[in-house]
């Protein structure tokens, strides 16, 4: 059975820097199950981000060894509009990916790119909104939300391409308690429906939800033994 996302000796130095700053990374996910990745800052974990979500080496250039594998295709050969078909990304500022003064126009953005019909746009934004709870805000301007609902949001436009695999990006550091069990939940509702989930985190106590934890260390993944020393 191909693998949702496997990552074979990826090692990654950007250009113009004489140090790498991911070495010698593998990983393997199954489907439905929740990975976490946790570590210091500065320790690599939004670059190995980009480097599973595509971003490198497509947007952020440098010097790329090793395969990122979604679903058996390599990053490298998929374009950006492609892997987002496949794979979607929350980032740690919901504002970065929110760009309308209305929610319903901020989800469709992404299928009326891929050209559907207005009627597959229209089931995929009840869809979505109803999947993470925001049908109330539906007509509202996201920059009025609270921030767990603004990642939801984002997480809705991401999810109105329908990916199999979602990658969260510190998407719980700005967040309030009540923010962070929104997000958990959803994470845990995605997981039920067979969804692959990537979590970038650096706090132990969001790290309960997911199956396996590695620990990036010094631009290595490692097992996690409990502790960042």
Do not use: W
């Not at 989800?107 to 709870?133: D, H, K, M, S, Y």
């Amino acid at each position: 059975m191909t693998l949702p996302i496997m990552v074979k000796d990826l090692s990654f130095r950007y250009q113009g820097s004489k140090k790498e700053i991911l070495t010698g990374i593998n990983i393997t996910v199954n489907q439905g199950e929740i990975l976490a990745i946790v570590g210091l800052s500065g320790s690599g974990k939004s670059t190995l981000c980009y480097c599973i979500s595509g971003i490198i080496p497509h947007i952020y250039q440098g010097e790329l060894s090793g395969e990122v594998l979604l679903k058996g295709s390599s990053t490298r050969s998929l374009s950006l509009p492609r892997i987002a078909t496949q794979l979607g990304i929350v980032f740690q500022n919901p504002e970065t990916q929110l760009f309308f003064p209305i929610v319903e126009d901020e989800i469709a953005f992404g299928p009326e790119n891929l050209c559907l019909a207005r009627e597959e746009i229209g089931q995929r934004l009840a869809q979505v909104l109803e999947l993470t709870g925001m049908e109330r805000q539906r007509y509202s301007n996201p920059q009025l939300l609270s921030g767990g609902q603004k990642q939801l949001i984002a997480l809705s436009s991401v999810l109105s391409l329908q990916p199999d695999i979602l990658v969260f990006d510190e998407v719980m550091a700005q967040l309030d308690p009540a923010g962070k069990e929104l997000i958990k939940n959803m994470i845990l509702n995605l997981k039920e429906q067979g969804k692959t989930v990537i979590m970038i985190d650096h706090d132990c106590d969001n790290l309960v939800i997911a199956d396996k934890v590695k620990i990036l260390k010094q631009g290595r993944l490692l097992d996690f033994d409990g502790t960042f020393s």
